[in-house]
């Protein structure tokens, strides 16, 4: 079964401070695509990240940073120095040889308080 | 670019009356179109895959005669909620890649209709 799971509900912290969002996913597909998307109010979801099994390099982009770990089905996220703006939902998503559909998580919803 | 259009944003509708949802893809073309529904503080749902030219392929438990899908184009998908009721009430989410149905190809969504039946 294919299935991806943000067990972080709801995440609140004050400005400047680093939080890190987890997502862990199940497949036993060898090929598969990792994707990280954001949600604001407004409801637009916003692509951030997209990586594949088989790269396992971390990657930073400004105060993004994502972690991905095979050997634990992890694909953490962390933004660092959190900023107002960051308040949204993030849903992390599972693409396994379905024919391009998503798997999403249920979400995190990232409070940012000044 | 990737950017990818709904309209109308928000709608209100009578119940029994149909409404059409417009997903358009402004800067590319996009082979392969996904419809989406999200309840309030819940993820999203896959409601249909849509390819350019043939028929959509629905989602188990999702009612074809209900939730009416045309790709008619390489830019335009069309959602088309007939007889809506107020359960239909919902976010409705399209989003858009530039190949596919294959894995691994980014979607990029719209911004999302609000549908409120009253």
């Known amino acids: 079964a294919q299935k991806v799971t943000q067990a972080q509900t709801e995440i609140s912290v004050v400005e400047k401070e680093d939080v890190t969002l987890d997502c862990v996913y199940e497949?036993?597909?060898?090929?598969?695509?990792l994707f990280w998307y954001k949600q604001p109010p407004s409801g637009e979801l916003v692509f951030l990240i997209r990586?594949?099994?088989?790269?396992?390099q971390n990657e930073i982009s400004g105060r993004y940073s994502w972690n991905f770990q095979k050997s634990t089905s992890s694909f953490n996220f962390t933004i660092t120095a959190s900023q107002v703006v960051d308040s949204a939902v993030y849903f992390c998503?599972?693409?396994?040889?379905?024919?391009?559909?998503?798997?999403f998580g249920q979400g995190t919803e990232l409070s940012v308080k000044p | 670019g990737a950017v990818v259009s709904q309209h109308p944003s928000r709608v209100i509708c009578k119940s029994g009356t149909s409404v059409k949802i417009e997903c358009r893809s402004l800067?590319?073309?996009?082979?392969?179109m996904f419809w989406y529904r999200q309840f309030p503080k819940q993820s999203l749902m896959l409601m249909a895959t849509?390819?350019?030219?043939?028929?959509?392929?629905?989602e188990q438990g999702v009612e074809k005669d209900k939730f009416l899908i045309n790709h008619a184009s390489l830019t335009l998908s069309t959602l088309t909620v007939t007889s809506a009721h107020p359960e239909d009430s919902s976010f409705y989410i399209c989003?858009?890649?530039?190949?596919?149905?294959?894995?691994?190809?980014?979607?990029?969504f719209g911004p999302g209709t609000r549908l409120l039946v009253l």
């Open positions: 989003s858009a890649s530039r190949t596919g149905p294959h894995s691994g190809e980014t979607q990029y």
């Open positions: 497949t036993r597909d060898t090929t598969y695509y």
């Open positions: 990586r594949n099994s088989f790269d396992e």
């Open positions: 998503a599972l693409d396994s040889n379905q024919g391009g559909k998503l798997i």
């Open positions: 800067d590319f073309q996009a082979t392969t």
């Open positions: 849509s390819n350019e030219g043939s028929k959509a392929t629905y």
